[in-house]
Each structure stands twice: as C-alpha cells, then as structure tokens.
DNA sequence: AAGCACACCAACCGCGTCCTC
DNA sequence: GGAGGACGCGGTTGGTGTGCT
C-alpha cells in the first residue's frame, strides 16, 4: 500500500492567493522549512492542496525569487539553452539565479518565441524556417518603407526621421530576403541571425560567421542532430563528448553552451556599434559564394545590383526597382511564388 | 468613455518519474 | 516486485492589465 492520497478531498480552495494566505505559507516555511507539502497546507492552517502550495511557494514567495524584466544577457542565455536542451524550462531556470521555470516558460512563448518567428528562425529547432509564412512580414515592411517616405518627421510615430526609418524598413527587408535566398539555395550559411554580432567581417571582407548552435568543437556540425552528443564517438578525437539524456549530457552540453554564449557577449561587446540585429553582410558581393553554379552567380549578381540601386535610391522612382527586386529574387529562389 | 483585442503571467491540469509501503 | 501516492515538470488556461479604435 502506498501513501494517503494528496488533493483528493473536496472543497480545497482554487484561484489566485489571497495575501493572508501567503502570510501564513511564509510564516510556516520560515518556522518549519518545506517539508512534505502534503502535508503542508493542513500543518499551515491553509485550505489548499499541496501542490498549489508548492506552485505559490516556487514561483512567487521564494525570498530568492528575482523580479522585474529579463536584461538581454538572461534572453541570450535561454536563447542558447533552449537551442541545447530544448524545453526544459527547469534545466534551463538552474542556469538563471532567481528566475523560475514558470518565469522563463511564460517570457519564452510570450516574447522570445515571437521574435525568433518574426526572424524567421523556427523557435523549435533554432534555425531558419523552410517554409516562407514570415514572408508576410515583407509587405508589411514594404508597405512601412513606402509609408514613412511620404510622412513627415513630425508625424513619424517612431519619432523618427522619416528617411531613417526607411532606411531601417528596407535594411530589414533585405535581411529577410537574404534570408530567404539563403534558405532556398543552401549557397551561403548565414548562421542564425537573431544573436547580435554573429556575422564578423574580417580584414578581406569575407563574411564570417558565428552560430550560436552548440557544435561539435571538431566536426563543427550541431550538437543537436549531430552524432557526437548522440553517442560517444568511436573516435578518440571525440571521446569527452557524452550521451544525452543523462545529467552529465545535460551538465556538460550547457556549460558549452555557457561558455559559448560567453564568447558571444565578448564578440557584442567587441561590435558595440552594431544596434541592428545580423542585418546583411555589409559587402555582399565578397562573401563567400564557392559553392555557386554559373547560372546562380549571375541571377545573383544581378540581384545585387538592383539592391545596390535600390539602396542609394531615396526618391520616388524606388518603387518599380523593388518590383525588380522581388522579380529578381522569385526567380532566383525558385519555391517563392509572389 | 465604452468596447474590443492583445499581452502578460499566475495558477491549474495532466503526465512521467520517483518513492514508499 | 508491484501497487499506488507524492513530487516535479511542461503544457495550457483564464483573469487582469493595457493599448487601440
């Protein structure tokens, strides 16, 4: 036989806690420690199941719990931990001091899962979406673009100049179409644009890139469907390299995982001038593009040329080198039909 | 000012694992 | 060893606040 049940009786109280109840929660914890929280809430004078006792306690009377928003080192943290561990919002809470795995959960789906979306990156697997549903996005930010040239300063809601807000309309436009090209041709590995300085110029102007997927220090393929955090490698070069689903997996994997975000912090912090998210390369005719075809290279170059246009364009007549654009970039990468 | 839509988040629910008997 | 409850976790819901029309 095993124990008495919990939560069985009828009448326990539901809903949100009233301050007296808290009271008495603390006052008890404080006095007797945690215990066993089935037994809690009788010991406490409280009528609630255990578990919704432990749920307030957790989440929100903890003395350690830390308030107020996220700073952007504690998004790019979850960020980099739920590209490893994936939902495990407990897992990753062990990593961020005083935030809760409810915490992280509710920021999660409330705003870190949106902008990954509006990125184009599937906040699933953490990588560019194969399908082109943030496309919508485009004529909104076409339709922006357009807007804001014909409004004046005063009326921008941004507050704005109206030829910046342009300029970031279109700039964001373009990344998303790179994106795009680059998601449809599998020419050029941009990495996942949504970390801050995780594209370098060297001194030749190449496209670098940083991705910020754990990968294996020496096959660099992604940890996540990668063999060696699948399975030890027979390999000796790979032998430290653990199986999942253990703790130790979990332990070793994350501490890549912090190490690397560590590294990205330094590479934001080298590149404090970039306020713009992984917008594009800023030289596109000099990244890398070994892996072109002939055909490609020129449908490319072309592409290039009307941005080119389209950038140091600012009147009116801007409009029809967008439709060349666009034109430019469905026939190019083919599956996208306008 | 009222109504509506959306965002946020505390709390609940259900399930898997651990633990006790 | 097995039955069954406790615990912890992740998914989901619903209440409340806020902004927009």
Known sequence: MGRPPCCNESGVKKGPWTPEEDEKLMDYISKHGRGTWRTLPMHA???????????RWE????????R???????????????????????KIATHLPGRTDNEIK?????????????????PETHKQRTDFNHLVNLSQLLGMSNLSTSMSPWTNPLGLQADVTTQLA?????????????????LVNVGNPYLLGNQILNGTNTLQVEDPVLRCKECVKPASNHPCLSQTHSDSSHQNISIPGTEKENETATQEVIGYNQNIVTIQQNQAENILPALVASCPRTSTFSQMDNNYKAAQMSTFEAWEKFLLDDDETSGSHWKEILDLTSTSASPISW
């Open 170 to 186: 279109k700039l964001q436009l373009l990344q998303n179409m790179l994106q795009v090209m680059n998601n449809t041709n599998s």
């Open 106 to 122: 509710n920021y999660w789906n409330t705003n870190i899962r949106k902008k990954l979306l509006q990125m184009g990156i599937d």
């Open 68 to 90: 107020g928003r996220f700073t952007e080192e504690e998004e790019q943290l979850i960020i980099n931990l739920h590209s490893v561990l994936g939902n495990k919002w407990a």
């Open 45 to 55: 004078g409280l009528n609630r199941c255990g578990k919704s006792c432990r749920l």
């Open 59 to 66: 989440n929100y009377l903890r003395p350690d719990i830390k």
